[in-house]
């Protein structure tokens, strides 16, 4: 799942380890979602969304991600 994490927290001059602290987690899990191998728990994208001042929906690209989903279904139909 694409999301912003990276994007924001490079805008913010934020490490990797610093937005781990602040939603407590490792930082290997924040490398984890940046690179796209783990998909956030929907309490951590809230957090995370929080320390952005973003929506859920912002942060994980929903909207997109969802367009991507319905075509592949389409291609596999």
Not at 8 to 13: D, P
Not at 41 to 51: K, T
Not at 53 to 61: D, F, R
């Amino acid at each position: 799942m694409k999301t912003k994490i990276r994007e924001l927290r490079t805008e913010a001059g934020m490490t990797q380890q610093r937005l781990a602290e602040l939603v407590r987690v490792s930082g290997r899990t924040i490398i984890s979602i940046e690179s796209g191998q783990y998909n956030p728990s929907l309490m951590l994208a809230y957090r995370l969304s929080r320390v952005f001042g973003v929506s859920v929906e912002e942060l994980c690209c929903l909207q997109e991600n969802m367009e991507r989903e319905d075509e592949k279904r389409e291609k596999m139909a």
